[in-house]
């Protein structure tokens, strides 16, 4: 089995969903190699170590899984 494709977060991959929220997205690649016990595995890991939530998972004709994962955005304000 190969490794899942993944891309590091990118600053252009933010929106805002309403007022004051921000969302950091990645896009993780699975193929079709991969049985969808061991992609749930890999992805519930990601999410309670990482931090990442599902956000959507896509399956094309050639059975790779395309998946993208969001997490918040917390900013710092300052006190002082």
């Known amino acids: ?4 494709t993944t891309r590091a ?3 252009a991959l933010m929106r805002g969903l309403g007022r004051g929220v921000e ?3 990645d ?7 991969f049985s969808r016990n061991v992609v749930a595995k ?4 990601r999410a309670e170590h990482g931090g990442w939530e599902l956000d959507r998972v896509q399956i094309g004709h050639d059975g790779k899984r ?3 994962l ?3 955005i917390i900013r710092a304000v ?3």
Do not use: I, Y
Not at 27 to 33: A, E, G, M, Q
Not at 42 to 45: D, N, P, R, Y
């Open 27 to 33: 896009r993780v690649t699975f193929d079709r190699s």
């Open 66 to 68: 395309r998946v993208v």
């Open 9 to 11: 977060p990118r600053t």
């Open 42 to 45: 890999l992805l519930s890991e």
């Open 1 to 4: 089995m190969s490794t899942p």
């Open 78 to 80: 300052r006190t002082a």
């Open 70 to 72: 969001r997490r918040k």
């Open 23 to 25: 969302w950091e997205f």
